[in-house]
């Protein structure tokens, strides 16, 4: 088992390793859980972990009830927050006891806002179940559900108490999952690690898979808790994002989010070359660990539609598109483009 500081100002553990999820009581009450513990889980993940995580946590004393959600992104909306919520109440949760969220991004986000909000705030800890979670979303504290108007747009900061993250789970995400989770490992990698990148530049299989997650919550790690409120360092982490999400904008959100960061870190890497950018040629080597990772790097659109999506992100602020581009594969940098611009930077990175 490896284990990460995230030193953020109520800092915490992340545990990762094979074998933990039955560990997950005993681990909860060594950071000095105790009480009720509410785990929500959605239906494609219940039925294989939950079981072993509510015989763990009453074997290390906790009164364990469960709340069930329909998976998938289209459900971690106000609908789903509010039934929740009033699970909390009807099992009469206190602010002593704990959220556990037994899932993926969709499941942590969830239920970290209503860990957030319920009596302002009560326990919560998270149990990753894909590579996305284990690697990105599970570590910093962002939390949020979406509102019709787009994703993410109501949420809070809300660190968690525990991170648990059992490899084993892993086996059984489909490989589309899994893949997408890719696209932000290589992402840590191209930010701020050359090994990492090299590690896991071969595709699945080819790498210690404990150690590769270890590290990129490390990355994560040490960015966020030096920007926990994400003004400053912490945009380096949208490498591949910006126009990822123009992606899945212009997709009516049907490519999914890892495919379309992986179309965005290519589009950037080639458009920061091209337009004297970047110190390196980084886009041939960030396009073979992307399809060796089974990840797509052209794009289905043009650059009219691309821009169309991009100047419509409901977080944009001002006439500039801030856009993360690599140096040099290890270190990246914040570019402002101005929107007058930014079809051409487009149309060098589609090429
Ligand atoms: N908070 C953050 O900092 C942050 C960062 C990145 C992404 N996110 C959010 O994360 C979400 C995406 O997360 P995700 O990709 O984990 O999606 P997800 O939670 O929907 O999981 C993907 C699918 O895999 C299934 N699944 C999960 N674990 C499984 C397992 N072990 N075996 C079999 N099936 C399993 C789920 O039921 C779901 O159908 C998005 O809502 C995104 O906004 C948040
Ligand atoms: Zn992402």
Not at 127 to 153: E, F, M, R
Not at 255 to 280: F, K, N, T
């Amino acid at each position: 088992m490896r284990v990460i500081d995230v030193r953020v100002r109520e800092g915490y553990q992340v545990l990762v390793g094979s074998g933990l999820l039955p560990q997950l009581g005993g681990e909860m009450a060594r950071v000095g859980r105790r009480g009720s513990a509410m785990l929500v889980s959605d239906d494609n993940v219940a039925p294989l972990y939950l079981k072993t995580a509510k015989e763990s946590l009453e074997k290390a004393g906790f009164r364990v009830c469960s709340f069930v959600f329909p998976h998938g992104e289209e459900n971690k909306n106000l609908q789903t927050y509010a039934s929740l919520l009033n699970a909390l109440a009807e099992e009469k949760l206190t602010k002593s006891d704990t959220v556990v969220a037994l899932g993926g991004g969709v499941t942590g986000d969830l239920s970290g806002f209503a860990a957030a909000t319920y009596l302002r705030g009560l326990g919560f800890v998270q149990v990753p179940t894909t590579l996305l979670a284990a690697s990105d979303s599970s570590v910093g504290g962002k939390t949020a559900v979406d509102l019709p108007a787009g994703k993410n747009l109501a949420g809070a900061f809300y660190q968690p108490d525990l991170v648990l993250m059992d490899v084993d789970t892993l086996r059984t995400l489909p490989e589309e999952e899994y893949a997408c989770g890719m696209a932000e490992v290589v992402k840590h990698g191209v930010l701020g690690d050359r090994r990492l990148f090299d590690q896991v530049k071969q595709g699945p299989g080819r790498f210690d898979e404990e150690a590769v997650i270890a590290r990129n919550v490390q990355i994560k790690a040490e960015i966020v808790a030096e920007d926990e409120f994400d003004e400053g360092k912490r945009q380096l982490l949208n490498l591949g994002h910006t126009i990822g999400h123009a992606v899945e904008k212009a997709s009516g959100l049907t490519v999914p989010h890892g495919q379309a960061v992986a179309i965005g870190m290519a589009v950037a890497a080639r458009a920061a070359w091209r337009m004297g950018l970047s110190e390196e040629n980084c886009a041939p080597e960030i396009e073979q660990a992307l399809v060796n990772n089974h990840l797509p790097i052209r794009c289905p659109y043009g650059p009219e539609e691309l821009l169309k999506a991009a100047l419509s992100d409901k977080k944009r602020r001002g006439d500039t598109i801030h856009l993360i581009l690599p140096r040099r594969i290890g270190e990246c940098y914040r570019h402002g483009v101005d929107v007058s611009e930014i079809g051409a930077f487009l149309e060098a990175g589609l090429r």
